[in-house]
């Protein structure tokens, strides 16, 4: 993903610099008395210092200015409007330690302590994938947002386990259960924080034995005690919008490919897609390959489309919601500095699903959900540049993982019962920094 400048490291030519500097300006480091030199060391103390209490009172300042704007923009937000939380790529390491570096496998999950890390990091670490307190501090973060109990379904868009938890320092292959073992933790923290509410699950290339590679039938067998609770949320109450899902249709479709239907209103249909069927990442990450992958794959394009057809001739909205987006890595080529740009998606199933949601059912479809990124993002894709009728507005959700430089973040969204669109969202995050060092919450608010 994003790679982002390196701080010079103690033995570069630190010393050379700064004799460069003296040449140029015939200024001696060295000289004067102690006392001047003490003088000039308590002159930079006190300007840190200063530095600091501005930047403490800034973001006081701020988090109060955003605290008191939050609440005028939720209380113009209709009370009829359906409300949706979204959280994604959350990366739970149930391996992780708090004074561990981010380096080496499992990731932040060794014993040793890095030179210049300062305390431990209890609630995370960039570079790092979350461990549990960073999991239950955004939930956490969610029942304070969701006080009043308004929120109708929680949206989790993939990636649930940490990233390499499938093999060990020496590399061990753990066939799975670690991973199995992260998504037992997962639905089960969820299920903690938030009881009897229905959630939407979809699969990502973590969620999966082993990095981008295609599950078999056991794997959804073996995951479905562990999702279909919160999926199918038998015991949850009927809310505003009640949610229906048929739990033999469901079966009959997650346990082949895990992909599903679920109604989250009476008028509006979320398809739960399995991209990983259309990856060419994954496709070639899977070994040995299995002749079902591309039958699987074609079938799922078929029941998309059957189920758009049906929900065009019934009336009903429909939102697409996935992991791994159409279209093209954008972070790739810095990541591995490479002079090409790789496609997520093969061509034949980019362009057949940006052509029945750009153009046969543009009229049904509201909107497209993915995550993947970790980046805050919007995505407006198209197979045919010359047809605006082929183009395709995607939403991209942040991760809680802060894996990737990122600060976590989640959002809480709103839909408008008339149309059923996305009509607006407000968005949470994290500073990491604080959050260690001062044991704040995560409810801080970014933006509507």
């Known amino acids: 993903m994003a790679v982002f400048p390196q701080s010079p490291s103690p033995d570069m030519d630190v010393a050379m610099l700064g004799q460069e500097y003296v040449s140029e300006n015939q200024i001696k480091f060295h000289g004067g008395s102690r006392r001047q030199r003490y003088l000039m060391v308590l002159c930079a103390v006190g300007c840190l210092a200063a530095i600091a209490c501005a930047i403490a009172l800034g973001v006081v300042l701020g988090v109060r ?34 004074n561990a570096s981010a380096f ?74 670690l991973v199995l073992r992260a998504q037992a933790q997962f639905t089960r923290t969820v299920n903690t924080f938030f009881p009897r509410r229905h959630c939407v699950l979809t699969m990502g290339n973590n969620d999966v034995p082993y990095h981008w590679q295609v599950p078999n039938s056991t ?33 009959s479709t997650f346990l082949r490919g895990g992909f599903y239907k679920i109604d989250v209103s009476d008028g509006l249909t979320m398809l739960v897609l399995n991209s990983l069927y259309w990856s060419s990442f994954a496709w070639v990450s899977t070994v040995p390959f299995r002749s079902e992958i591309p039958e699987i794959a074609n079938e799922q394009m078929d029941w998309l489309n059957s189920q758009l057809a049906r929900a065009a001739a019934d009336g009903k909205k429909v ?25 997520f998606w093969f061509n034949n199933y980019t362009q057949l699903f940006l052509e029945s949601i750009g153009e046969t059912y543009r009229d049904t479809v509201v909107c497209t959900f993915f995550a993947h990124l970790h980046k805050d993002d919007f995505h407006v894709q198209s197979y045919d540049d010359s047809s605006d009728a082929a183009r395709v507005n995607i939403v991209m959700f ?12 989640y959002r809480m969204m709103y839909f408008n019962p008339s149309g059923w669109y996305l009509a607006d969202y407000t968005q949470y995050w994290m500073d990491l920094v604080l959050a260690n060092s001062k044991n704040l919450p995560m409810c801080v608010y970014v933006y509507v």
Not at 221 to 239: A, F, N, R, Y
Not at 319 to 343: C, E
Not at 398 to 409: D, W
Request: hydrophobic content about 30%; proline content about 9%.
């Open 65 to 98: 200015k955003n605290d008191s704007d939050k609440s005028s923009s939720q209380a113009s937000i209709p009370s009829s409007w359906l409300r949706m939380f979204a959280l994604s790529d959350v990366h739970l390491d149930i391996l992780y330690k708090a």
């Open 104 to 177: 080496g496998r499992p990731p932040c999950g060794n014993d040793s302590v890095v030179p210049g890390f300062g305390e431990a990091a209890t609630m995370g670490r960039t570079g790092c994938d979350s461990p549990q307190r960073l999991m239950e501090s955004a939930l956490q973060s969610m029942l304070m947002v969701d006080k009043d109990n308004r929120a109708d379904v929680i949206l989790i868009t993939g990636d649930k386990s940490a990233h390499k938890l499938y093999s060990s320092s020496d590399g061990t292959s753990y066939h799975g259960q």
């Open 219 to 251: 794997w959804y067998e073996s995951i479905w005690p562990h999702w279909s609770p919160l999926i199918l949320c038998k015991d949850c109450p009927t809310g505003r919008y009640p949610v229906s899902i048929s739990e033999t249709e469901f079966n």
């Open 319 to 343: 939102s697409i919601v996935g992991h791994v987006p159409p279209g093209l890595d954008p972070f790739r080529p810095v990541a591995t500095n490479v002079s090409y740009v790789r496609q």
């Open 398 to 409: 942040p991760s809680i993982s802060p894996v990737y430089e990122n600060n976590p973040a």
